[in-house]
């Protein structure tokens, strides 16, 4: 048995021995592993919860949707809203334990309704070392289980996890909530997110893999993957993102030439929790 093979044991065998599971679920690969190893382990007693709010990205949701399928375990998707909260809107260097807190907060109310003791997240070994990562703080605080942490299983070993259930997710990009576009200090609205999120479906139609439309208060910063810097610098794409990303309301429309950089808007890489920022989620 492999080290990967026997801790892929250790946390199913983790899972199997608990009454139920909820799984806080992006569709991100972190949190993808989390429900096939739950399925796996407890098949009917298994849930996944995708909580849906502004900071999600509807393409995102679309994902959880298709992964949950995929996997065969019961998908739940609960809304809230992080803009009715005043600390998180203020969007200073806690925005994420804020965020963590009330998507988590949404993911226990629902494990109680559904009679589950057991609320799991994403979370992996390597992200504790990740830098700033207040959203792990509220991880500890609501006492939600974090089974890749808890059996040592690293994002690279993850994604090897993912590759053995056959989950199409297992070579996804990391994916953050859009709140992560908005500089630290300037407050999140939903004009903002749902700006961000436009902008961002047009680089995604123009088949971008790796990339961000930071919001720096009407000053559209793209970044894209450094291998894809090229194909930014096209003339077609360049008068087609400027006028469109003009027409959603932004004044000034830049390209990053240091290319795609977690954190780059935040302090000390907060967004760096992965993909599953979007549902207890971070990342950048």
């Known amino acids: 048995m492999t080290p990967v093979e026997a801790k892929l044991e250790a946390a199913r065998d983790d899972l199997a021995a608990r ?7 992006s569709g991100g690969v972190d949190s993808s592993v989390v429900a096939a190893l739950a399925h796996d382990a407890l098949g009917d007693d298994a849930v996944a919860c995708t909580a849906k709010s502004e900071t999600l990205p509807e393409a995102e949701l679309e994902d959880a949707k298709r992964v949950a399928d995929e996997i065969g375990i019961r998908h739940e998707i609960v809304s809230f809203s ?47 070392g990740a830098g700033h990562r207040p959203g792990l703080q509220a991880v500890e605080e609501l006492e939600v289980h974090s089974p890749l942490l808890a059996h040592d299983i690293t994002k690279g070993e993850v994604r090897e996890i993912a590759d053995r259930y056959g989950l199409s997710v297992a070579d996804k990009p990391s994916m953050a909530c859009l709140s992560s576009r908005i500089p630290t ?44 810097l090229e194909r930014a610098l ?35 890489s907060d967004d760096r929790a992965d993909e599953d920022a979007v549902e207890s989620s971070s990342d950048d």
């Open 234 to 268: 096209d003339r077609a794409f360049v008068e087609t993102v400027r006028d469109e990303l003009s027409d959603l309301g932004f004044d000034h429309v830049t390209l990053d030439l240091h290319g795609y950089r977690t954190g780059s808007v935040s302090p000390e």
């Open 82 to 128: 992080e803009l009715e909260s005043d600390a998180f809107v203020e969007n200073d260097d806690d925005r994420c334990y804020h965020c963590r807190t009330m998507r988590l907060g949404e993911m226990l109310e629902t494990a109680r309704e559904v009679g589950i003791g057991t609320v799991c997240d994403g979370t992996n070994a390597d992200d504790p």
């Open 185 to 228: 200090g300037l407050e999140v609205t939903e004009e903002r997110l749902t700006r961000v999120e436009r902008a961002e479906a047009l680089l995604r139609q123009w088949g971008f893999d790796q990339f961000r439309v930071r919001d720096h208060d009407g000053l559209a910063r793209i970044e894209v993957s450094p291998d894809e």
């Open 19 to 25: 009454d139920g599971v909820l799984v806080a679920f």
